[in-house]
C-alpha cells in the first residue's frame, strides 16, 4: 500500500463525512447569499460587493476552522481508540507515509471543497461586477487558513487518547482563537494596560485574526471594520501587512504539522 493510495483513501472519507458535506453546502449557500445581497460598495476603485465578500470572509473566518478541525482532530484519535491505527502501522508502512497520508487527505478534500464554493461564488460575483482576481485573492487567504488548521488538528488528534478528547480540545481552541479577537484583546489591553505592541503581537500569532486582517486589508475596508488591535497593526505594518499574516498561517501549518507528526511518531499504539 502507497502513500497515493491512503491518500485518495483518506481523501475519499473526508468527502463521505456527513459533518463535511453539511458544513460545506451551509459555507456555499451561506457565501452565495453574501454576495447576492451584498451592498454596493468602492472595492479598489470599482463598483462591487465589497462588503459582502468581507462578510463572506467572516464567515469563511468561523466556518473553515470547524470544517477543518473537526475531522482532522478525530482522525488519529478515533483510529487509536478503536485499535485500528494499530492494525494499520502493523502493515509495512512507515509512520511518516501514515501521517503524511491523512494530513493530505483531510487537506485535499477541504481544498476541493473551498475551491468549488468560492468557484460558483466567484462566477456569480463575477456577474455581479466584482473583479475576479478578488476572490482568487480570498479563496487563497481561504486555503492558507484551512491548511493551518488542519495541522493544528491533526497535532491535537496524534496527542489524545480517544476521539472525545480531541474534539473537544479542539473545540476548545478554536473558541479560544475566535473569542480572543478584537474585542477579547481590547478588553485585556483597558483592564491590564498592555501595551500596543503585545496587541499586535496577538493579532498576528492568532490564526483567524491574522487571516481576518489580511482579508480585509486586501479589499481595502475601512479602518473602523478592522478592530482597534488589527488597526494598530496596519498602520504599523504597511504594506507588509499581507505577507506578515500569510507567514503566520504558514508558520502555524508547518509548526503545527511538525509537532503533530513528532508526538505521532512517539505514540505507543
Request: charged letters at 10%; one cysteine or more.
Amino acid at each position: 500500500m502507497t502513500r497515493a493510495t491512503l491518500v485518495r483513501w483518506e481523501l475519499r472519507a473526508a468527502l463521505k463525512s456527513t459533518w463535511f458535506v453539511i458544513t460545506a453546502a451551509v459555507f456555499l449557500a451561506g457565501g452565495l447569499s453574501l454576495v447576492a445581497f451584498g451592498t454596493n460598495s468602492s472595492v479598489l476603485g470599482s463598483r462591487g460587493f465589497g462588503r459582502g465578500l468581507a462578510a463572506l470572509a467572516h464567515l469563511a473566518m468561523v466556518f473553515v476552522p470547524l470544517m477543518a478541525l473537526i475531522p482532522s482532530t478525530g482522525s488519529i484519535a478515533g483510529d487509536r481508540e478503536l485499535g485500528n491505527m494499530s492494525f494499520l502501522l502493523a502493515q509495512p508502512l512507515s509512520r511518516s507515509t501514515v501521517y503524511g497520508s491523512r494530513w493530505g487527505g483531510l487537506t485535499g478534500a477541504l481544498l476541493l471543497s473551498l475551491t468549488i464554493s468560492f468557484g460558483s461564488i466567484g462566477t456569480f460575483a463575477a456577474i455581479r461586477g466584482v473583479r475576479s482576481g478578488l476572490v482568487l485573492s480570498l479563496l487563497g487567504l481561504t486555503a492558507a487558513l484551512a491548511v493551518a488548521f488542519v495541522s493544528i488538528g491533526l497535532w491535537v488528534s496524534s496527542s489524545m487518547r480517544t476521539r472525545g478528547e480531541a474534539s473537544v480540545l479542539g473545540l476548545a481552541g478554536w473558541l479560544v482563537f475566535v473569542a480572543l479577537g478584537s474585542l477579547g484583546v481590547m478588553t485585556a489591553f483597558v483592564r491590564w494596560g498592555l501595551p500596543e505592541a503585545v496587541l499586535r503581537g496577538w493579532v498576528l500569532v492568532n490564526p483567524v485574526e491574522a487571516y481576518r486582517l489580511a482579508v480585509l486589508e486586501l479589499l481595502g475596508s475601512d479602518p473602523q471594520t478592522l478592530g482597534a488591535a488589527a488597526d494598530s497593526a496596519a498602520r504599523v505594518w504597511g504594506t507588509a501587512t499581507v505577507p506578515l499574516c500569510l507567514g503566520s498561517l504558514g508558520a502555524w501549518a508547518l509548526v503545527a504539522g511538525w509537532v503533530g507528526f513528532a508526538r505521532f511518531r512517539r505514540a505507543d499504539f
